[in-house]
């Protein structure tokens, strides 16, 4: 039985692979890693949480001595490092907590695979290390040799992040893989970023805030086709390699949030246009030529059912995202799991 270390495991996406990886490799015992800042939450991991190959750690991975103790008990083979700081919105306000977790937590994994046996380690970063594409050139793609050109300070960090890895890759020899992907949709994505946002809003007859013109692209790809990447990546990837993930689904913000809108029967009247983000990149779109040709990487899930399925989980799914929108998931953890994960952790 293999060991795989998942930081970050309470957020969007690394909930989704942890998910993804029960059901792919149930032979792999899998342990969370997660400090449960407001993004994590533990709520979504319930139904794993009594199994015997699950192991939820909280812990924050900037914590040395901590997440040392974690590699001598458990011993893994594999991590996998979701675990950031993730939102551009906040890293403009306060960009210290960025710079600590994004650059300094991945280096303090990495030391500890260097020093439990060279530990395979994937980090998981995204398109936006890049910079942005111009609005009329649609023949412009990011591929694995576009210069790092970062706009935010959640995006520099994450570049500094990958540049810390393949530093680690070329001096030490540490068996690295990154990934870059595009904006991912689907469940359990935290209320505070686009379309989870505006699906709530929609439903309580709040305001859509659209930034600028609404006229900024992404390139959306369901999350479970990420999930499926970094699977690949991790058992099949080139050790010191970047693979690209996207799915050539590019959409302006604005038909994200009229799509919305119609989906559920709401007015437009609720669009409003805000003041636009500061240094807002333009445009966002993957070549993943790469993934594509090594691995046979290619994505599954069409944007026109990936976001219908979308919207219908939020529908059903208001006992995770009414606790998140009201405050109250803070305390869950402290409720269900304080006693039971104190002593031991397990
Ligand atoms: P998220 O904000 O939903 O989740 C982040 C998780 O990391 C949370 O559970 C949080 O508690 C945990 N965390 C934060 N700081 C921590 C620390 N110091 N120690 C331990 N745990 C900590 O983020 P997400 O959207 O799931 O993104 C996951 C990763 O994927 C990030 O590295 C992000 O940069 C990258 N990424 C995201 C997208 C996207 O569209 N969401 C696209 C490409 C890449
Ligand atoms: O590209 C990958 C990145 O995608 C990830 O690395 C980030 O972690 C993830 O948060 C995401 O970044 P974006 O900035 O693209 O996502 P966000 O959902 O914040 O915004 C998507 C677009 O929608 C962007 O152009 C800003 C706009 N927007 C966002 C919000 C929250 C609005 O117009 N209104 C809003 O209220």
Redesign the pocket.
Known sequence: MKTIFV?????????NFIFHMRSAHPEYRIVC?????????ISTLKDIMEDENFRFCR?????RDAVNRLFDEERPDIVV???????VDRSIEDPS?FL???IM?TGVLMDACRSHGNVRFHQ?????VYGDLPLDRPDLFFTEETPIHTSSP?SSS?AGADLLVLAYYRTYGLPVTI???????GP???PE?LIPLMIINALNDKPLPVYGEGLNVRDW?YVED?CRAIDLIIHKGRLGEVYNVGGHNEMRNIDIVKLIVHALGKSEELITYVTDRKGHDLRYAIDPAKIHAELGWLPETKFAYGIQKTIQWYLTHQDWWEPIVSGDYMNYYEQMYGDRLGHSGR
């Open positions: 930081t970050g495991g309470a957020g969007f996406i690394g909930s890693l997660d400090k449960l800042t407001y993004a994590g939450n812990v924050d991975i900037c914590n490092n979701f675990a950031a700081e993730s939102h907590v600590q977790t994004n937590g998981v970063s995204t398109d936006e959640y994450k990934s870059r992907c595009s904006n991912n949709y359990y994505h935290f970023k790809l990420h």
